[in-house]
């Protein structure tokens, strides 16, 4: 059974600066892709970053101010977000899945919140 849990996230003022974590436990043999999506009040879910075996993608809206990565054992995704903006504001949920697909797992989500 896999599970993942996000960790990282807070309030913080515009300009601001998170990192979230994702510890991925039991084995995702065959599933190659983590990434995190975000849902804000009201929106639809919105995937934000994803990260492959070696290629990795951002939504427009995060390009250059966050940055995806995962550990050497990969056991554990990142998401590093600078300069970040009110806009932000979501709950962040990690995910395993296969690029391109429907993920397969969630984890518990993270609030995240941009605010002065």
């Known amino acids: 059974q896999v599970q993942l849990v996000e960790s990282g996230g807070g309030l913080v003022q515009p300009g601001g600066s998170l990192r979230l974590s994702c510890a991925r436990s039991?084995?995702?043999?065959?599933?190659?892709?983590m990434g995190w999506f975000r849902r804000a009040p009201g929106m639809e879910r919105e995937l934000v970053a994803r990260?492959?075996?070696?290629?990795?993608q951002y939504a427009d809206s995060v390009k250059g101010r966050f940055t995806i990565s995962r550990d050497n054992t990969r056991q554990t995704v990142y998401l590093q977000m600078n300069d970040l903006k009110p806009d932000d504001t979501a709950v962040y949920y990690c995910?395993?899945?296969?690029?391109?697909?429907?993920?397969?797992?969630w984890g518990q989500g993270t609030q995240v919140t941009v605010n002065s």
């Open positions: 995910y395993v899945g296969m690029w391109g697909s429907e993920p397969r797992y």
């Open positions: 039991g084995s995702i043999l065959g599933w190659n892709t």
């Open positions: 990260i492959g075996t070696q290629v990795t």
